[in-house]
């Protein structure tokens, strides 16, 4: 694989990583804010980052193979 096919995979599953953490974290504000002793702030902090890394890792397996089809 060459390099701008590399780059192009990393890309991909930087912004679709951003984009499933973002979903995670409105998410886990708006169940926050209704009901404010659900999750304290350090919990939606530690979450999104963790769905951040599995997702990101997730993401750069997939990619290859959706790109290469």
Same mark, same amino acid.
């Given at each position: ?8 995979n990393?890309i991909?599953a930087?912004?679709s ?9 409105? #998410? ?7 009901? +404010?002793?659900?999750?304290?702030d #350090? ?7 963790f ?12 990619? +290859? ?5």
């Amino acid at each position: 694989m060459d390099k701008k096919k590399q780059n192009k995979n990393r890309i991909l599953a930087l912004a679709s990583s951003i984009i499933t953490t973002t979903l995670f974290s409105g #998410v886990a504000i708006s169940i926050n804010n209704g009901n +404010p002793d659900t999750f304290a702030d #350090v919990d939606i902090v530690a979450g999104s980052i963790f769905v951040f890394l599995l997702s990101f890792i997730l993401f750069l397996l997939i990619w +290859p193979m959706l790109v290469e089809e």
